[in-house]
């Protein structure tokens, strides 16, 4: 069965980008390169795409003109950091002059995040870029024995392995062996129903944010049905806690995999086997650490900094991610020498609850609001009640009545009983040094399950 599906996902995977598996071999055969060749393949890369950005980018054509930069002596990761830092805000109120010129022949693929950070964003990737960011996340998955065409079961949003180009969702609905749950509509009765789904249909692998697997494994915890034990589950886009890690590993009877991943930066962590921090890619960017001064650091807790190698439909050099993560310097014992990430922090939502008995993940705030860039600068969600939720945002100049006015149908859809307040205000309240939940409940309830 498993070499069936493997043979149909391969070929899925060869049409969909030409020359996938070739790409994914070559990953695979870097995973435990030695570090200072993997360092000497970025800094080739590196040069390459700092000529292209400082050419064919006008956001960086100027900036290059204005500090008097010699392009061609950018070549090292210490000639990098002298590079000023591009924030989300930038990115976002000057988007069009981070597009590459003279592609528009080439196919990209146009997407948008916020991630937790509140801060709506569009971007575009390059068919390649995308390419070696899947293949990176198969590798990561391998940690765990995953091998294209395995079954994985998402419990999830509309981002975590969707698209929404009907042959994208073809792809990874089909070939790659996808059975997706909505992480969106968690009540009583679809979380039995979601047992009943693992139970039958049996995927080898659970993959969905830590929050709504935390859930799922609650019911299982307290109403059990479960008979089918998956080999690992594989959790992403938030913080994972100690105490979550080993609920869901009790519930399901099978080890927990980390996973980081950012696909505007490029950047991507997995944990392997031995669970002692997040081995960090370095086939598709540079990923720094840097303190509040912006100065870049060997080991320490910091914002985290990419910089695009392969995307060049939008190049990014030293793209302020909005995320923190902690750098440590020791060497896992399985032999891969890339440096570990040892934990991502600040990256994390609520699981808001509805008077209609839904557990509602956050990110269904998050995949919402980040489509309306063009509308919102920043965003907040608090649920103070059952049925009231306050949604607080920074509007732009294009904000209007119609648009709020979907908004409201948007969340109604979700939720008839939620009485909706919506607050404009011209700055969210930042609280120092702490990174804030940009959707999270006041409703003790909605988390305990
Ligand atoms: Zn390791």
Redesign the pocket.
């Known amino acids: 069965m498993r070499s069936s599906w493997s043979f149909m996902a391969s070929a899925a995977h060869e049409v969909w980008y030409p020359g996938f598996g070739r790409l994914l071999r070559q990953m695979k055969r870097q995973d435990k390169t030695d570090v200072d060749d993997l360092y000497a393949i970025q800094c080739v890369q590196l040069a390459s795409i700092v000529r292209f950005a400082f050419r064919r980018v006008r956001y960086y054509r100027d900036y290059a003109a204005k500090l008097g930069l010699d392009i061609e002596s950018l070549r090292t990761h210490a000639d990098l950091r002298s590079l000023p830092i591009v924030t989300r805000r930038q990115l976002q109120s000057r988007h069009a002059d981070f597009l590459s010129e003279g592609r528009r022949s080439l196919r990209v693929h146009n997407a948008s995040t916020s991630g937790t950070s509140g801060t709506p964003l569009d971007y575009r990737l390059s068919p390649r870029d995308r390419a070696v960011g899947l293949a990176l996340m198969y590798r990561g998955w391998g940690y765990s024995g995953y091998q294209v065409g395995d079954r994985v079961l998402l419990l999830a949003g509309r981002s975590l392995g969707s698209a929404s180009r009907r042959w994208d969702a073809g792809l990874t609905g089909y070939a790659r062996n996808l059975v997706r749950l909505s992480a969106f509509d968690m009540t009583e009765k679809a979380l039995s129903r979601y047992v009943t789904i693992l139970n039958q249909k049996k995927p080898a692998y659970l993959r969905g944010y830590p929050s709504a697997l935390l859930v799922l494994a609650r019911w299982i915890l307290c109403k059990g049905g479960l008979t089918w034990q998956p080999r690992a589950a594989f959790t992403t886009a938030e913080v994972l806690l100690p105490e979550v890690r080993s609920e869901i590993s009790k519930a399901l009877g099978c080890p927990v995999f980390d996973g980081y991943g950012l696909n505007d930066g490029g950047v991507s962590a997995f944990e392997?086997e031995?669970h002692?921090g997040l081995?960090i890619d370095m086939e598709r960017s540079i990923l720094e650490v840097v303190d509040e001064k912006g100065v870049t650091l060997k080991e320490g807790t910091g914002r985290i900094i990419a910089t695009t190698l392969t995307n060049y439909a939008m190049p990014l050099l030293r793209y302020d991610t909005g995320d923190v993560g902690e750098l440590v310097q020791h060497k896992?014992?399985?032999g891969?020498q890339r440096p570990l990430l040892k934990a991502i922090h600040g990256r994390s939502t609520d699981v808001l609850e509805t008077p209609e008995g839904k557990l509602v993940h956050g990110w269904f705030f998050v995949y919402l609001l980040r489509d309306m860039s063009r509308y919102i600068e920043e965003f907040e969600v608090v649920q103070e009640t059952v049925t009231k939720v306050s949604i607080v945002l920074v509007p732009t100049p294009e904000y209007n009545r119609t648009f709020e006015g979907r908004l409201r149908e948007l969340v109604g859809e979700l939720s008839p009983g939620w009485n909706v307040q919506i607050h404009l205000v011209a700055a969210l309240q930042r609280v120092d040094g702490e990174k804030r939940k940009y959707v999270r409940t006041q409703v003790h309830a909605a988390n305990r399950i």
């Open positions: 392997c031995r002692c081995h896992c014992s399985c891969r």
